[in-house]
């Protein structure tokens, strides 16, 4: 199968929110392009004592409501082209939310499976002197992404740091809590996605205690998705990894099968569990899938069959344009990645402003701020998808260009 352009994706969803709000075609070829984007070469020294040279990005895309805030992945995939719809997707994340942010996004080509400690620090350390003179408290905010941790994060901070010759937590997000991390940070993503799912079955008047959760991806998103679901009373039916995927009808528990993944390095064997593929596991009946893998995963293909009556992407851009109108059709409340897996991108938001304050809130103080600005979030995009009569989706786009649109007009355009 062709791969699926994320970039021409985020150019569709741009599209169907530009001809709602039938946007002016200059404003909107402005939205579509990325303020700057920069490619870099990172050369490493590798343990074996050879010179390895890697391709890094970072994609900035718009900076009307503040400055660029978005992860930083390394993957073997990483493109420009996905860098660049990520930072969009940042945009309309940032604006759907209400925190003062533009959208960001980085990456690196690379298998950090495949690398030492060391390697992966040295490669950290280049990249981030390559990229410190676009990034900073009040240029951009890097934070992780896929397969970087708050060590990076941290050791990034470090670099930035150094050269401007001051501590600089600011700098960056997602840090251990030791140099100016937020409690909550390790569990936002999944602590969002919850709420995003309670606001969607008081729309639905859907019961949560006994609803079938199927859960794709068993990492940070998936695990912390599920934990919080099951304390709202919902039952895991269903969880994958990159290994594999399995289910019991009965319910899973979710943190002895993560105690199991830890252990044996995959979900696949777990006790009273049965292995089925990818497919089988979108497509398994249940009340609330969550998407919490990489992105395309949603297909036509796949949604003609899927039986659910939430889906709430954990992951980005899980789910294609053409398997959307699919899913609208069959009544399925999409909740899009931009709002559903906003609460890292909140807990973010309130580590820059602990850290540009230095003074820190306690755990229930920061997961009681995020939960304002996602319930807020959902409303707000659940009402404008009811008066323009279209998905979710749409009404989050709608809700994020109105924001940016506004912001750029209080601002205007010089010179």
């Not at 390394?74 to 604006?95: N, Q, R």
């Not at 942010?101 to 690196?108: D, L, N, Q, S, V």
């Not at 240029?139 to 994060?153: C, N």
């Not at 008081?202 to 599920?226: D, E, R």
């Amino acid at each position: 199968m062709a791969k699926i352009d994320s970039w021409q994706n985020a150019l569709k969803q741009l599209d169907d929110a530009a001809k709602i709000l039938k946007l002016d075609p200059g404003i909107h070829a402005m939205l579509a392009t990325p303020k700057k984007v920069l490619t870099v070469s990172i050369p490493v020294k590798m343990d074996n004592g050879k010179i390895k040279v890697f391709t890094g990005y970072r994609s900035q895309h718009n900076d009307f409501r503040g400055p660029h805030k978005g992860g930083i992945r390394y993957h073997p995939g990483v493109t420009l082209e996905e860098v660049k719809a990520l930072s969009m997707w940042m945009t309309w994340k940032c604006a759907i939310v209400d925190v003062p942010f533009g959208g960001g996004k980085g990456g690196i080509i690379c298998d950090p499976k495949r690398m030492s400690a060391g390697e992966k620090e040295r490669m950290t350390r280049r990249y981030a002197y390559a990229i410190s003179e676009i990034i900073g408290p009040g240029k951009d905010i890097p934070a992780p992404d896929v397969y970087t941790t708050g060590k990076e994060m941290a050791q990034i901070m470090d670099v930035y740091s150094a050269l401007h010759g001051q501590a600089e937590p600011a700098v960056i997000t997602g840090k251990p809590l030791s140099v100016g991390g937020s409690l909550a940070r390790n569990v936002a993503t999944g602590l969002g996605v919850a709420y995003c799912v309670r606001e969607a079955a008081k729309k639905l008047k859907l019961k949560l205690k006994g609803a079938k959760v199927v859960i794709q991806g068993y990492g940070n998103a998936g695990t912390f998705s599920a934990e919080y679901l099951e304390k709202i009373g919902a039952k895991i039916i269903a969880v994958s990894d990159s290994k594999g995927s399995i289910i019991n009808p009965k319910g899973l528990d979710s943190k002895k099968v993560l105690d199991y993944k830890n252990k044996h390095g995959s979900v696949v064997g777990y006790p009273g569990s049965k292995k089925i593929t990818t497919e089988q596991l979108l497509t398994t009946p249940c009340d609330i899938l969550v998407p919490a893998a990489l992105e395309n995963q949603i297909t036509p293909n796949i949604a003609k069959n899927i039986k659910c009556k939430i889906i709430a992407e954990a992951a980005n851009g899980p789910t294609t344009p053409e398997a959307d109108t699919i899913l609208f059709k069959k009544r399925i409340m999409v909740i899009p990645d931009i709002l559903a897996n906003s609460g890292g991108v909140c807990i973010s938001y309130l580590e820059w402003v602990q850290n540009l304050q230095r003074y820190y809130w306690t755990f229930d103080e920061v997961a009681k701020k995020m939960e304002e600005h996602i319930v807020r979030g959902f409303n707000d995009t659940y009402n404008l998808a009811q008066k323009h009569k279209v998905d979710m989706r749409k009404g989050s786009m709608v809700l994020a260009v109105s924001r940016v649109l506004e912001s750029f007009e209080a601002r205007g355009l010089w010179p």
